[in-house]
Protein backbone atom coordinates (compact mmCIF):
# COMPACT_ATOMS: atom_id res chain seq x y z
CA UNK A 1 0.00 0.00 0.00
CA UNK A 2 1.32 3.33 -0.78
CA UNK A 3 1.56 5.60 2.38
CA UNK A 4 0.11 8.66 0.57
CA UNK A 5 -2.93 6.95 -0.40
CA UNK A 6 -3.76 5.66 3.17
CA UNK A 7 -3.28 9.17 4.53
CA UNK A 8 -4.92 11.46 1.97
CA UNK A 9 -7.66 13.88 2.94
CA UNK A 10 -7.17 13.07 6.79
CA UNK A 11 -5.24 14.99 9.82
CA UNK A 12 -2.95 14.39 12.00
CA UNK A 13 -5.02 13.61 15.05
CA UNK A 14 -6.89 10.43 13.08
CA UNK A 15 -6.21 7.07 13.25
CA UNK A 16 -6.73 4.32 10.55
CA UNK A 17 -7.34 0.64 10.90
CA UNK A 18 -5.01 -1.20 9.11
CA UNK A 19 -5.48 -5.15 9.00
CA UNK A 20 -7.06 -4.78 12.71
CA UNK A 21 -4.17 -2.70 13.91
CA UNK A 22 -5.11 1.32 14.78
CA UNK A 23 -2.26 3.36 13.22
CA UNK A 24 -2.00 7.40 13.97
CA UNK A 25 -2.02 9.83 10.90
CA UNK A 26 0.84 11.55 12.36
CA UNK A 27 2.83 8.02 12.32
CA UNK A 28 2.34 7.73 9.19
CA UNK A 29 3.17 11.08 8.26
CA UNK A 30 6.27 11.62 9.92
CA UNK A 31 7.38 8.09 8.03
CA UNK A 32 6.80 9.74 4.81
CA UNK A 33 8.87 12.37 6.11
CA UNK A 34 11.66 9.91 6.27
CA UNK A 35 11.39 8.85 2.99
CA UNK A 36 9.15 5.85 3.37
CA UNK A 37 6.48 5.42 0.72
CA UNK A 38 5.02 1.65 0.78
CA UNK A 39 3.81 -0.23 3.95
CA UNK A 40 2.68 -3.80 4.00
CA UNK A 41 1.11 -5.46 7.10
CA UNK A 42 1.78 -8.62 8.43
CA UNK A 43 -1.38 -9.39 10.31
CA UNK A 44 -0.01 -12.90 11.98
CA UNK A 45 3.44 -11.20 13.26
CA UNK A 46 1.89 -8.09 13.91
CA UNK A 47 4.32 -6.14 12.34
CA UNK A 48 4.87 -3.88 9.55
CA UNK A 49 7.30 -3.81 6.33
CA UNK A 50 8.05 -0.09 5.02
CA UNK A 51 10.48 0.92 2.29
CA UNK A 52 11.35 3.59 0.20
CA UNK A 53 13.87 4.47 -2.32
CA UNK A 54 16.79 4.96 0.06
CA UNK A 55 15.72 3.15 2.87
CA UNK A 56 13.76 -0.14 4.82
CA UNK A 57 12.19 -1.03 7.78
CA UNK A 58 10.43 -3.49 9.63
CA UNK A 59 7.96 -2.13 12.67
CA UNK A 60 5.64 -3.96 15.29
CA UNK A 61 2.57 -1.93 16.04
CA UNK A 62 4.29 -0.13 19.29
CA UNK A 63 6.95 1.08 17.24
CA UNK A 64 4.84 2.43 14.54
CA UNK A 65 2.85 4.45 17.98
CA UNK A 66 6.10 5.95 19.19
CA UNK A 67 6.84 7.45 15.43
CA UNK A 68 3.77 9.66 15.90
Not at 32 to 39: A, E, F, H, T, V
Not at 44 to 60: D, H, M, N, Q, R
Request: with cysteine.
Amino acid sequence: MKIEELISGKNDNEVIDIEGTSIPISALNNLMKDGYINLRAYKGEKTFSLWGKTCTACLTEQELHEKA
